[in-house]
């Protein structure tokens, strides 16, 4: 295991000084004739170090840059009008190197998702992917990762492990040295009635046998205890991360979903979220999201 102190992402803002310092890359967009979808990517490519590779209709993408008073190279734009050939020719400029991130437009998840798993066109990489969610929270020292929200529904242990090494290789390319996980449990006993504490436990050793990256994994820990140095007192539970947490690894789809959103609509959170284990990060947005969560998303793809 790596034992160099962990290089930390504190704010947003240090994620976009790391792209200031790197040379542009590439996004490709499925389906990018969608107004939501270039509003994002006009904002972005004028804060960011970006190029667009626009698929879809040109001519719907042209027209929907005129009304928004944004001017396009229509010789950038990759003519496509069928979903699923935007989502193949999409993949395809990831795959053959012409892009280093991808992005979905006005298409179905699924649609996406098929083209991206293709065994032969493909991008799969050899394990799961998974949903990897930044938040800056007015209450914490630094980001934090909660991770997985939004993809699997209710992950094996085999499936954690995966969940895990993907977080650990993402945030390595962040800059992370030694990223700090807790498996979170509502108990830090661990009990046959409580599955996922059982879980948590066989990770925490997984994670000392080196199975898991470089990282410091330990579960199970319930969440006051995973940031809270005092109830770790309080409660006698001696702990390497407590308070100094850098990601969650929540035990199912509910409780990450439930634990993001209530950071973003009670706990003034920020967040920026994307797929990962691919092998290029994916912008994966609903329609609902905001502006700001827009850009900070294709923030984190193109920093990683």
């Known amino acids: 295991m790596d034992n160099t102190e962990s290089r930390v992402v504190k704010s947003f803002d240090d994620l976009r000084a790391k792209l200031d310092k790197a040379a542009p890359k590439a996004i490709a967009v499925a389906a990018a004739h969608d107004k939501h979808t270039l509003?994002?990517?006009?904002?972005?490519?004028k804060a960011l170090p970006m190029r667009c590779i626009p698929v879809g209709d040109r001519q719907k993408i042209l027209e929907i840059a005129a009304e928004l008073g944004e001017t396009i190279d229509a010789g950038s734009i990759i003519d496509c009008g069928d979903d699923a050939d935007c989502a193949r020719l999409a993949?395809?400029?990831?795959?053959?190197?012409?892009?280093?991130?991808?992005?979905?437009?006005?298409?179905?998840?699924?649609?996406?998702?098929?083209?991206?798993?293709?065994?032969?066109?493909?991008i799969r990489d050899s394990g799961i992917m998974s949903h990897f969610a930044m938040l800056e929270i007015p209450a914490y020292h630094k980001v934090v990762i909660g991770t997985d929200g939004g993809i699997l529904t209710n992950?094996?242990?085999?499936?954690?492990?995966?969940?895990?090494?993907?977080?650990?290789?993402?945030?390595?390319?962040?800059?992370?040295?030694?990223p700090k996980i807790a498996a979170l449990c509502a108990s830090e006993s661990v009990s046959d009635k409580m599955p996922e504490t059982v879980d948590a436990a066989a990770l925490q050793r997984m994670c000392e046998n080196g199975e898991l990256g470089d990282c410091l994994l330990e579960g199970p820990l319930s969440f006051d205890i995973a940031i809270d140095p005092e109830s770790a007192r309080v409660k006698g539970k001696a702990s390497a991360i407590t308070g100094d947490v850098d990601i969650l690894l929540v035990p199912n789809i509910t409780t990450g979903n439930v634990f993001v959103k209530?950071?973003?609509?009670?706990?003034?959170?920020k967040m920026a979220g994307c797929v990962i284990g691919a092998?290029?990060?994916?912008?994966?947005?609903?329609?609902?999201?905001?502006?700001?969560?827009?850009?900070l998303s294709i923030l984190l793809c193109l920093a990683g």
Not at 279 to 295: Q, T
Request: net charge positive.
């Open 39 to 45: 509003e994002a990517l006009f904002a972005a490519a």
């Open 91 to 122: 993949v395809s400029l990831v795959r053959e190197g012409r892009a280093n991130v991808l992005m979905k437009g006005i298409l179905e998840t699924g649609t996406l998702m098929k083209a991206v798993l293709d065994r032969e066109t493909g």
């Open 155 to 178: 992950p094996t242990l085999e499936q954690k492990a995966d969940i895990v090494r993907n977080a650990v290789s993402f945030c390595r390319k962040l800059g992370y040295g030694l």
């Open 262 to 269: 209530g950071l973003l609509y009670w706990g003034g959170a």
């Open 279 to 295: 092998r290029a990060p994916i912008v994966l947005l609903s329609r609902g999201a905001s502006a700001e969560e827009k850009m």
